[in-house]
């Protein structure tokens, strides 16, 4: 925790002295959503120079594969009858300040979530303290590099890396949630071809990405819970180490509207990762496996921002064979 404020510091200091760009601009961050993928909420940046404050709220959901007492696993892999679900409304703000140099953007930052009764009513008994609400403060800094192009057509390609690291101590938690959280995210888009005629027609692009995330505490809080990067599997897999590897191909058609404003897509993809140790588990901390599956499906590219996303999969490992599917939408790949 010493080293994430020693950082924020430098990073700070450091972006006194940076060339501010024009400002304000407002942008669409990311949708939050409940069952099913259906958006019950966003979030939306407003940058001004090298700063951004981000601001957002929604009703989401949180499945939850464990035994509430221990917090061991109810069953460790696909469709579960014994999931849980705890819906709580979920706002958040965060202001980042940004360096950039050569190609790379590195941030410093703070934030706060307040999530169900925001602290204020009574815990319920086991070891998910916080499921009934809480609030909680966290510093970040994080580094990346955007070298995503896109051409005449609206096809975007070319690789993006990011790296994250985010704390946040009891002492700035409601119900004393205390964890640390390190992410890699990296992917490359790949142009196949592109046809125009005038607008955009026919592309094809190959994607891949390679993710991992080690998260860990004495009290990790509900809303750093996640579903598996692996599609194909119907449940959270909040774990300490998760990771992902895709193979994707994305083949666009004739555009809606506008040159290339919403193009529907086509996709296939492959994908597995490997899990180790279970947050918040009495028990079952060391348990590990993997996940894989194949699968396809639509989608729409929105202003080539956002992508709606209707996918189905197959899960492939340990036996698992019920067809899966998922409506979410997505910022990148």
Do not use: C
Request: hydrophobic share 40%; net charge neutral.
């Amino acid at each position: 925790m010493k080293r994430l404020v020693l950082g924020f510091l430098v990073l700070m200091t450091a972006s006194v002295g940076a060339q501010e760009a024009p400002g304000p601009v407002l942008s669409f961050e990311r949708p939050r959503t409940n069952w099913g993928g259906v958006p019950t909420g966003a979030d939306l940046g407003l940058t001004w120079g090298n700063t951004k404050l981000v601001f957002g709220a929604g009703y989401e959901n949180y499945n939850v594969g464990r035994d509430w007492l221990t917090g061991d696993p109810r069953e460790l892999l696909g469709y579960s009858p014994a999931i849980s679900g705890v819906s709580l409304p979920n706002g958040a703000v965060s202001l980042r300040q940004f360096v950039r140099w050569d190609g790379w953007v590195s941030w410093a930052g703070a934030g706060v979530v307040g999530y169900g009764d925001l602290g204020l009513g009574n815990p319920l008994a086991g070891i998910f303290a916080d499921r009934g609400g809480g609030t909680f403060g966290y510093g970040e800094v994080g580094l990346v590099r955007n070298g995503r192009t896109k051409n005449p057509h609206g096809v975007t390609t070319g690789p993006l890396i990011e790296f994250l690291l985010q704390g946040s101590p009891a002492v700035a938690s409601a119900r004393g949630t205390d964890y640390y959280k390190a992410t890699v995210l990296s992917s490359v888009l790949l142009p196949l071809w592109d046809l125009e005629a005038p607008t955009h027609l026919f592309s094809g692009v190959w994607g891949f990405r390679a993710n991992a995330q080690w998260i860990d505490g004495r009290s990790v809080p509900f809303p750093l819970w996640e579903e598996t990067d692996v599609r194909g599997y119907d449940r959270l897999l909040d774990t300490k180490l998760r990771t992902v590897a895709t193979t994707e191909l994305r083949v666009g058609l004739p555009s809606l509207w506008g040159v290339h404003d919403v193009v529907p897509l086509v996709l296939a993809f492959a994908e597995g990762g490997w899990y180790w140790g279970y947050v918040n588990s009495a028990t079952a901390s060391t348990r590990s496996g993997w996940l894989a599956s194949a699968g396809s499906g639509v989608g729409l590219s929105i202003f080539n921002v956002v992508t709606l996303n209707l996918t189905a999969a197959l899960p492939l490992s340990d036996g698992e064979s019920d067809l899966w599917w998922r409506f979410k939408s997505s910022l990148r790949f």
